[in-house]
């Protein structure tokens, strides 16, 4: 049998503290979005626009409702936020080894619903082998996406 060949973007550093829970969070978090994204696309909010019939007095505060407006910001700035990611996320799948990125795309961005014990079987994969590779996927993807969270360490300087 051949060596095992560590992936080039797998640098373990530990200078900074990372919270491996929050970072691993974020990183699903991300994944869920861009799975959402790519399955519906982006839903475009719409003005609620309803007539009243009886008069109502406003404050003297001449401060305008600009509904429309805002809407029409967060639609544009939403979906250009929304391509951005999956851009960046197919990006950083592209460093990732081929089992690593199989196991990311059937575990959170194919059809959701399906475990991941169903996964390893088709694969050919134990569950501890699935598991290692999850996590060394999910930690490469925390570091190319920029999603690390490190742990506030209060240091006192007298």
Excluded: W
């Excluded at 049998?1 to 992936?7: D, H, I, P, V, Y």
């Excluded at 009243?52 to 409702?65: D, G, K, L």
């Excluded at 570091?143 to 360490?153: D, V």
């Amino acid at each position: 049998m051949g060596k095992r060949r560590k992936n080039n973007l797998q640098l373990t550093f530990n200078i900074l503290p990372i919270d491996e829970k929050a970072t691993r969070r974020a990183v699903e978090e991300y994944l869920e979005t861009v799975r959402q994204y790519r399955q519906i696309g982006f839903v475009r909010r719409e003005a609620a626009v309803t007539q009243a019939y009886v008069y109502r007095e406003h404050q003297s505060t001449n401060a305008i409702s600009k509904q429309t407006e805002r809407i029409a910001i967060y639609n544009v700035d939403k979906e250009a936020e929304l391509k951005e990611k999956d851009r960046l996320l197919s990006l950083a799948m592209e460093g990732l080894s081929s089992v690593q990125s199989e196991v990311i795309q059937r575990s959170y961005l194919d059809n959701e619903g399906e475990f991941d014990y169903i996964s390893c079987g088709e694969m050919g994969l134990s569950d501890s082998t699935f598991r290692r590779i999850k996590v060394e996927a999910l930690n490469i993807l925390a570091n190319s996406l920029r999603l690390e969270i490190l742990i506030k360490a209060e240091y006192c300087l007298k």
